[in-house]
């Protein structure tokens, strides 16, 4: 009977797959590709997705999703926020019943505009406190060469949250608990169109000043989002919020941050999907979010400037720190 079950053997999904094998779980990946789970099971190898990395030799790997969630005592989602539901609604009856489901996720679906942990609320029918979300800095390829990460594990249920941080844990990366789970989850889908910004200004050219000043004003921004639909502000001060920005925002490792950069460079957004061979969260989150922005009548000009990059209504160049439609100054 196996301690966790990862669905979605990415980049993400294999490493925390490795995190929780490395950490002592008997631990089963599910990979949709027949071939990339024998890839993983026999040779300990994710070449796609992990180029270089060494597998540990307890992680086992399956194509049958039924099979791998069969007793796992732990559920772990990491596929693209836009696939969780159909998953759910395809295999979800195949979860142990007191089974802790845990998103590695940092999305919101485009037509509901809900969090993944509403996702799983909603199409599982269970109490929100079996619910656990993981978020942080936490860019995959550092981790699985083990570079020493911090991670939050939050849920409503302090049982439950401390449950995933005792078995999401080793020697390399920790895992603090909070109980803020929308505040977790917000704080990483926001960071991405903080980091699609940021790309966007080195794609054209522009230095560390106009990356800070947009880093800054995005926290600002993301916390003032988050806080309006429910979240604690001192969440956005952590590893899910500031913590993520600075990773993902300063690295070339994020998609996030390289799609953006294209952007920044000319090109379409029907061209950077195309160019992109693994998920960037935040291209499907721009619109949604924006729509729950002006919900809540949040202002947020970094993200309405990212989005009109994107339709290609703007030119990468004028994206800054602020409108520029906005003459009168505004208190920092
Ligand atoms: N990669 C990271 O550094 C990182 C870190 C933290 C969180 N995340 C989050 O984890 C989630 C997964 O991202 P990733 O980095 O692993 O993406 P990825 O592009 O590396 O991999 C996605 C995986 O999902 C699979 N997949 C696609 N559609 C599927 C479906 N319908 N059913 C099953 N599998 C499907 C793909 O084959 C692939 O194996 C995203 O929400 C991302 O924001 C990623
Ligand atoms: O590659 P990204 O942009 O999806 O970012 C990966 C992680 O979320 C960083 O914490």
Request: charged fraction near 25%.
């Amino acid at each position: 009977m196996p301690d966790a079950v990862v669905l979605g053997a990415g980049s993400w999904g294999t490493t925390f797959a490795k995190v929780l094998a490395d950490g002592g779980a008997r631990t089963v990946l599910w990979a949709r590709r027949p071939e990339a789970a024998r890839e993983i099971d026999e040779s300990r190898r994710n070449t796609r997705y992990l180029p270089g990395i060494t597998l540990p030799a307890s992680l086992h790997a399956t194509s049958d999703v039924r099979a791998a969630l069969a007793d796992a005592s732990q559920v772990y989602l990491a596929v693209p926020s836009q696939q969780l539901r159909q998953l759910l609604r395809e295999h979800g009856d195949a979860i142990a019943p007191d089974a802790p489901i845990v998103s590695l996720m940092k999305g919101v679906e485009a037509d509901s505009r809900l969090r993944m942990s509403a996702v799983i609320e909603q199409e599982l029918g269970i109490d929100p406190g079996r619910i656990a979300v993981v978020s942080g800095p936490n860019l995959a390829l550092e981790i699985a060469q083990e570079h020493p990460t911090a991670a939050v594990v939050s849920s409503t249920s302090d049982e439950t949250a401390r449950a995933v941080a005792k078995r999401a844990r080793n020697d390399y990366f920790h895992s603090f608990i909070n109980h803020d789970v929308i505040g977790t989850e917000f704080g990483g889908v926001l960071k991405n169109l903080v980091a699609l910004a940021i790309g966007v200004v080195d794609g054209v050219g522009y230095g560390e000043n106009t990356k800070a000043s947009i880093m800054t004003r995005g926290l600002a921004e993301v916390t003032d989002f988050a806080v309006a639909h429910g979240a604690e502000r001192e969440t956005m001060r952590g590893l899910a919020g500031l913590g993520d920005l600075i990773a993902t925002c300063g690295s070339p490792l994020s998609r996030n941050f390289t799609a953006g950069r294209l952007l920044g460079m000319g090109y379409s957004r029907t061209d950077v999907i195309a160019r992109m061979e693994q998920v960037a969260e935040g291209l499907a989150s721009v619109d949604p979010v924006a729509q729950l922005a002006a919900a809540k009548g949040v202002r947020m000009p970094i993200l309405e400037q990212v989005k009109l990059v994107l339709d290609g209504a703007m030119d990468p160049k004028d994206i800054a720190p602020h409108l520029t439609t906005d003459d009168e100054p505004i208190k920092e």
